[in-house]
């Protein structure tokens, strides 16, 4: 029987799935060094996204801050 290939995720799931990279991604620098050293850019390139896909779900670093 031949792999089948992996069933496609849904719009839903892949935006979730984003947003729970993005919010694992800021969660480290604001332990280390606080939520003021927080920069969209860092935590793209943390969650190995673009500091747009982090700008796009979250608006703003406030809405990732505590």
Known sequence: MPDRPPAR???QERREQTERKVVAAATAPIAEHG???LT???????AGY???????????ERALRP
């Open 40 to 46: 969209l850019a860092k935590v793209g390139d943390a």
């Open 50 to 60: 673009s500091r747009g896909i982090v700008s796009h779900h979250f608006e703003a």
């Open 35 to 37: 939520s003021r050293a």
């Open 9 to 11: 995720r849904t719009q």
